[in-house]
């Protein structure tokens, strides 16, 4: 158990709604990463949160949002869902601010599985 | 363009030998490498890092290797046992990007009794 929990496991959803995955750090961390796997291709890299700031972005769509609470919460918004939107979506934690001196590990969470039919 | 790279999809070892695993990259400007473990339904579980100042880490069964000059990092895993049998993931750091890992496309191993 990484200490990372995220909610819900599995969602099933139609074409051009709208979701909202929710990701919980490990106790005291202050990062925050999401990323999307989809079947043919590995880990990509979505989005960093530093204690409510953005950090990076990295190739996340411009109908997906996300931000992050002052609890460290944060939460990953899925809208006009398209078919090609079905992965795996995972979060990750760390302690750090992420830079060129820092290590870099993250720890992830179990994952959401969304669906879109 | 694809800048960290495992071109073994899939590996298969005995129980108690030797397993290699490989990864390529393409961009001189990461500053941590990372291994992590995957099991089907579940988040990837760290292994080991390396920082790029570094060419070898160990810990336990696990060592990392770091060839700078070829770009190119390998996990060793000795003995090799068949509950290591997952997705193998390497991961790297850009600098000053945020802190966001590149994954390569990772290497399936399967460790036989």
């Known amino acids: 158990d990484s200490g990372v929990t995220q909610t819900p496991k599995h969602l099933i959803t139609a074409t051009g709604q709208r979701v909202t995955l929710r990701c919980s750090p490990r106790?005291?961390?202050?990062?925050v990463y999401w990323y999307q796997q989809s079947l043919d291709q590995g880990l990509q890299f979505l989005i960093h949160?530093?204690?409510?700031?953005?950090?990076a972005k990295g190739n996340i769509l411009e109908r997906f949002s996300a931000q992050q609470f002052p609890d460290l919460h944060s939460e990953l918004n899925l809208s006009s869902l398209e078919l090609g939107d079905s992965a795996l979506y995972f979060c990750?934690?760390?302690?750090?601010?992420?830079?060129?001196?820092?290590?870099?590990?993250?720890?992830f969470g179990p994952g959401t599985r969304l669906t879109v039919l | 363009d694809q800048q960290v790279k495992q071109n073994s999809p899939s590996l298969s070892v005995q129980e108690g030998r030797i397993s290699i695993l490989n990864c390529d990259y393409t961009n001189s400007m990461f500053d941590y490498f990372l291994w992590y473990k995957k099991y089907p339904a579940e988040g990837p579980t760290f292994l080991i890092s390396i920082s790029s100042i570094k060419d070898k880490n160990e810990d336990g069964r696990f060592t990392v290797f770091l060839n700078k000059s070829a770009k190119h990092l390998s996990l060793h895993i000795v003995p090799s046992q068949p509950g290591d049998s997952a997705v193998y993931f390497c991961?790297?750091?850009?600098?000053?990007?945020?802190?966001?890992?590149?994954f390569g496309q990772g290497t399936e191993l399967s460790v036989k009794p």
């Open positions: 991961a790297a750091s850009p600098y000053n990007q945020g802190g966001k890992l590149i």
């Open positions: 106790s005291g961390d202050l990062s």
């Open positions: 990750a934690s760390s302690g750090l601010a992420g830079g060129a001196t820092t290590g870099h590990t993250q720890y």
């Open positions: 949160y530093y204690n409510g700031e953005e950090r």
